[in-house]
């Protein structure tokens, strides 16, 4: 596998990962919000041709209350238009810690990899994913293909395609955008065959 490639899962793995997983207002999300408000953040992109409605939405969603934007997709307490866990699109209960969720632990326990997780929450939350395969990329290439393409790919475009519809909040949006892209240039480098399964929502 290409270093360059490993690199690059590992840096953008971060940074998306890290702004869907924490609120807005984490010190960890603070940097990349620093880096989304430089007016020439398109060149550091360099993996991807950045559109114009990308960019036009990353500057409309700077300047709207992230916070609240943060709650209402990611926390409640109404239901989520787009839930950030994999067992909700891959379990035919639409429930978290569902069936895909005890795989990808089996996956995890198997490799010997652990969580440093504050709450006992499920670890298929696409933020986290995100994060796991930069780790993957980093310290466990050989285990990268078979994360990306058994328990990332098959529901994310789903659940990236639901939130992108979420119009009101246009940081979000561009974040999906992001993501889709992003996600799809890595199947497409790794040349991953990724299996069809049923989503349920």
Do not use: C
Not at 42 to 56: A, F
Not at 71 to 81: K, R, V
Not at 138 to 152: G, K
């Amino acid at each position: 596998m290409q270093q360059t490639l490993l690199q690059e899962i590992s840096t953008y793995g971060r940074l998306l990962g890290a702004a869907f997983y924490y609120a807005p207002q984490a010190q960890e999300v603070k940097p990349i919000l620093a880096f989304f408000e430089r007016p020439n953040w398109i060149e550091d992109w360099h993996i991807l041709t950045v559109s114009e409605e990308i960019q036009g939405l990353i500057r409309k969603g700077l300047s709207r209350d992230l916070d609240e934007a943060y709650q209402y997709l990611f926390i409640g307490p109404n239901a989520l238009p787009a839930p950030p866990w994999g067992s909700v699109y891959l379990d035919r209960e639409g429930v978290i810690f569902g069936d895909s969720l005890l795989e990808l632990r089996t996956f995890l326990k198997w490799h010997k990899i652990t969580f440093s997780l504050d709450l006992n929450e499920p670890e298929d939350h696409f933020g986290l994913m995100l994060m796991l395969a930069a780790y993957l990329a980093e310290n466990h290439p050989p285990l990268l293909n078979e994360f990306l393409a058994q328990h990332l790919l098959t529901w994310s475009g789903r659940y990236l395609q639901l939130l992108a519809e979420q119009t009101d909040y246009p940081f979000y949006q561009a974040l999906s955008l992001l993501a889709q892209q992003t996600l799809q240039r890595w199947q497409e480098k790794l040349m991953l065959e990724v299996p069809k399964l049923q989503l349920y929502r």
